[in-house]
């Protein structure tokens, strides 16, 4: 009988769910500072055109939490984002702004982690200035979150015997919400050799927010030779970033079957 022999290709993907849904705006012409609308969370939706190229939103965020904002053009206009600190009275010089997100696409997004001492309200600066001025409308998603002391995070739900030569798609949970942008799960697959396990692949992916929690989608599949069964095990890493600390979840066995 033929020693069998098993390798790993890894894939990971994710899935994501919508937000909830607010209303929305005010408007100035270039260089003068709207009335804020205030904020909580959720889609705020807008409208930039002439002559209203500015739309400002307040929103409290405390030391050391994070404010997530991502915008979307309805058909892809060039509108901008950025974001103002507390006390801000003239936001005509966006390159004193504290974060921007200025790219030539229907999408701008920016993650910015407040400062021990510098809480307080901070605006949202919706603009255009592109030239000409686009116009069109637009929304965009606010998340606030502060800083988790723990994580938990589950290993990817992976059947109790697989085989090669075939896809598999599994997933895995982890809490608190996270996001894609400033967070990593890292899935990690050993198999048992010669007495002792070893490393046969890793494979590290983004998170979005999905139904109140992460999840996070592995898709992989194995290839060999030879006949009979080797052990395996797999379990889902979360990397350390500004908001949440590393944590590791439990292994997870099963097998390959050649």
Same mark, same amino acid.
Request: hydrophobic share 35%; aromatic share 12%.
């Given at each position: ?16 769910? =919508?937000? #909830? ?20 969370? %959720? /889609?705020?939706? *807008? ?14 965020? *405390? ?12 058909? %892809? ?22 974060? /921007?997100?200025?790219?030539?696409? @229907? ?27 686009? /116009? %069109? #409308? ?9 800083? =988790?002391? +723990? ?14 030569? $075939? ?7 982890? +809490? ?6 400033? /967070? ?8 048992? #050799?010669? %007495? $002792?396990? $070893? ?5 590290? @992916? ?17 290839? *060999?030779?030879? #006949? ?17 600390? +590393?944590?590791?979840?439990?292994? $997870? ?6």
């Amino acid at each position: 009988m033929r020693k069998p022999f098993v390798f790993l290709c890894l894939v990971c993907t994710l899935a994501v769910a =919508a937000s #909830s849904v607010t209303p929305a705006v005010l408007g100035a012409p270039h260089g003068l500072m709207p009335v804020p609308v205030p904020v909580t969370g %959720g /889609t705020q939706y *807008g409208t930039l055109q002439a002559p209203d190229y500015e739309d400002l939103w307040s929103v409290f965020v *405390g030391d050391g939490q994070q404010l997530i904002v991502t915008m979307y053009s309805a058909e %892809g206009e060039d509108f901008d984002l950025c974001l103002w600190a507390p006390g801000t009275t003239d936001i005509s010089r966006k390159s004193s702004a504290v974060e /921007t997100s200025m790219h030539y696409s @229907g999408t701008e997004s920016y993650v910015y982690v407040v400062p021990q001492g510098a809480g307080g309200t901070y605006f949202i600066n919706a603009f255009c200035m592109s030239a000409p001025e686009a /116009t %069109g #409308s637009y929304h965009f998603t606010v998340d606030v979150q502060s800083p =988790a002391s +723990r994580v938990e995070i589950a290993a990817p739900k992976v059947p109790a015997t697989a085989r090669v030569n $075939r896809t598999y798609t599994s997933h895995g949970t982890l +809490r608190p919400l996270h996001y894609a942008e400033d /967070t990593w799960v890292r899935v990690e697959f050993q198999k048992y #050799s010669k %007495g $002792r396990w $070893r490393s046969a692949g890793t494979v590290s @992916g983004s998170c979005e927010d999905y139904q109140g929690a992460t999840r996070y989608t592995v898709d992989y599949s194995f290839y *060999g030779w030879g #006949s009979g069964r080797i052990h395996w095990r797999v379990r889902a890493v979360h990397l350390a970033d500004e908001m949440h600390p +590393r944590q590791a979840s439990p292994w $997870r066995m099963f097998w390959v079957k050649v």
